[in-house]
């Protein structure tokens, strides 16, 4: 069995929580309903944002003017994305420790301002060797070449890596690549999960 040498994280949903995610904000920061908020969040402008196209000021007017809402709101999203959001500690503190004798990165679709927000609001000093963000990359998961991308940075082979995430599309893109992957639902069942893929596979 090959040896694993490198733990690949996802960031929102695994290691950055928040009640009920980016759609569950806009419901209750905008009070719109959840189909709207899911209509403006699948849309390509979300894509366009996380592959750093366009800036959060054009991302969060395109849909105050889909949800029919003033431009003045604009205030209440960029505030929300700051408050709402916050890393599990507590998963944080893992990943250190798994860092102290695996490499690790951190992959994740999420816009330019996400090294802002590492640098100021969510310090994650010591936790991974390399962040690989779509917006840096241009490409998005479940997009194998972000995986592979992550890969080379850590200089190991598919084989060699764990992927955590909690989208199944990027799990199993992950384990098309003969990656190992954990599923996240719940920070003690991803630790449990991660620790007897590492007691399993060295």
């Known amino acids: 069995m090959t040896r694993v040498r490198a733990v690949i994280w996802d960031f929102e949903g695994v290691l950055l929580q928040s009640d009920g995610g980016f759609k569950q904000m806009l419901v209750s920061r905008l009070g719109v309903p959840p189909e709207a908020a899911d209509r403006v969040l699948h849309s390509p402008m979300t894509d366009s944002w996380d592959l750093g196209e366009i800036s959060d000021d054009e991302f969060y007017l395109h849909i105050l003017k889909e949800l ?7 205030a209440v ?23 102290a ?23 994650m000093d010591g ?17 194998p070449r972000i995986f592979r991308l992550a890969l080379e940075r850590l200089e190991v082979t598919a084989g060699e890596a ?15 690549l003969g990656m190992a992957a954990v599923h996240f639902r719940s920070r003690a069942q991803a630790i ?4 007897t ?4 596979a060295n």
């Open 68 to 74: 029919s809402l003033p431009a003045e709101m604009k």
């Open 77 to 99: 999203l960029e505030r929300s994305v700051v408050e709402d959001f916050f890393l599990d500690r507590a998963l944080l503190a893992y990943i250190r420790g798994v860092h």
């Open 101 to 123: 004798a695996f490499a690790t990165a951190l992959l994740t679709n999420f816009p330019a301002r996400i090294h802002e927000l590492i640098s100021t609001t969510w310090r």
């Open 127 to 143: 936790a991974f060797d390399h962040i690989v963000a779509s917006c840096d990359v241009r490409l998005l998961k479940p997009d």
């Open 162 to 176: 764990i992927m955590v995430d909690d989208q199944l599309p990027n799990v199993a893109a992950a384990r098309e």
């Open 192 to 195: 449990a999960d991660m620790e």
């Open 197 to 200: 893929r590492l007691l399993n």
